[in-house]
Nanobody, 119 residues
Framework: QVQLVESGGGLVQPGGSLRLSCAAS????????MSWYRQAPGKERELVAG????????NYSDYVKGRFTISRDNAKNTVYLQMNSLKPEDTAVYYC????????????WGKGTLVTVSS
């Protein structure tokens, strides 16, 4: 059974930092592209950052570019999101996603972790 378990969320003041983790099990982690999404109250879920299976390439939304960094450790089956210079508008539930394939796609989501940026 595939599981993606996010952790590291919480309350942080504006300008602060958090590091999210997503621990994967039940899949061949090194084969999967990983990404982080977020969903704020009343808004649609949006892509935050993505990383290829080897970690050789990353991409970021314009809203977080320069502030957030995605990374992965294939030996630990874990993907990370380092979030710096946090803003109140970063408040959201952050989700981890694992995806592999083209004609046949395997696509898994975690249950999310809440990040609240407030003074």
């Amino acid at each position: 059974q595939v599981q993606l378990v996010e952790s590291g969320g919480g309350l942080v003041q504006p300008g602060g930092s958090l590091r999210l983790s997503c621990a994967a099990s039940g899949l061949t982690f090194s084969s999967y592209a990983m990404s982080w999404y977020r969903q704020a109250p009343g808004k649609e879920r949006e892509l935050v950052a993505g990383i290829t299976s080897t970690g050789g390439s990353t991409n970021y939304s314009d809203y977080v570019k320069g502030r957030f960094t995605i990374s992965r450790d294939n030996a630990k089956n874990t993907v990370y999101l380092q979030m710096n210079s946090l803003k109140p508008e970063d408040t959201a539930v952050y989700y981890c996603r694992a995806r592999v394939g083209r004609s046949i796609v395997l696509d898994y989501w975690g249950k999310g972790t809440l990040v609240t940026v407030s003074s």
